[in-house]
């Protein structure tokens, strides 16, 4: 089978497309198990995993998304349920953000709760990026929660409650997602609120206890999840990385 070619518009597509090919080569192999995250730059790992596949690499994917699904089919991985795997060899997935330590907001695309479910069944987790995704501090980006649509506004009074307790302002931005004047809505049938924390704080306990409020199905922290990460530049070089990573990143030399 041919696969198209993967085409980039701007720097960032270009850093993204770097990383997503070497988390490609290093991190596929025959008979790997793989989830496969959602995102753009994701989306280039599973771009760059089709090429690999067409060239006779043997393996199965577990998607994040329907959207991830739809690609990986198109361009001919095989994909399996999640419950038909003990357990997934690799999951490659892209963050919104990513501090030092390994922590992350995800969820911008409303993809969390499988990427989360799929991660945590994943021996090793990947984290693909382009170098601007490191961050000092979480929060910049809005927190995702995923929320049942039944008595939104009844949870999201709750998870205000609950972010006040953390000292954030009772004021906080706490809003409905919602896209060309319509309410986003999951692959699950869910709602997103996002949280626009500024500085994040008390990202270990808020984590679990934002998933004990009924009507909370799952929260854009990911903690203690990634393994390592895979930054890409714009002039195509990209390495992997361990935590804690040394902030502000430097772009290695070459590819390692």
Request: charged share 25%.
């Amino acid at each position: 089978m041919t696969t198209p070619s993967i085409e980039t518009r701007s720097d960032q597509d270009r850093a993204k497309l770097a990383a997503g090919r070497f988390a490609a080569r290093t991190h596929a192999f025959d008979g790997a198990r793989l989830g496969l995250g959602s995102g753009t730059t994701s989306h280039y790992f599973v771009r760059a995993l089709a090429e690999l596949v067409a060239d006779g690499l043997d393996v199965v994917g577990v998607p994040t998304s329907n959207g991830t699904r739809d690609l990986a089919l198109e361009l001919g991985i095989t994909l399996v349920e999640l419950d038909d795997v003990e357990q997934l060899d690799v999951c490659v997935d892209g963050p919104d953000e990513i501090d030092r330590d390994g922590a992350m907001i995800k969820g911008g695309g409303a993809c969390l709760l499988w990427e989360k479910l799929v991660a945590r069944t994943s021996a090793t987790m990947v984290v693909v990026a382009d170098h601007t995704k490191a961050v000092e501090q979480l929060g910049a980006f809005p927190l995702p929660i995923e929320v049942v649509q039944y008595s939104w506004g009844t949870t999201r009074r709750a998870v205000r409650r609950l972010l006040v307790e953390h000292g954030y302002p009772a004021d906080v931005d706490l809003y409905r997602r919602e896209r060309d004047g319509s309410p986003v809505v999951t692959d699950n049938g869910n709602f997103i609120l996002d949280a626009r924390l500024g500085t994040a704080r008390d990202i270990e306990q808020l984590t679990v206890e934002l998933n004990t409020i009924p009507g909370v199905v799952e929260n854009g922290f990911f903690v203690g999840i990634a393994d390592e990460v895979v930054f890409g530049w714009p002039d195509g070089t990209a390495g992997t990385f361990t935590f804690p990573l040394d902030l502000p990143l430097t772009r290695p030399e070459q590819d390692r």
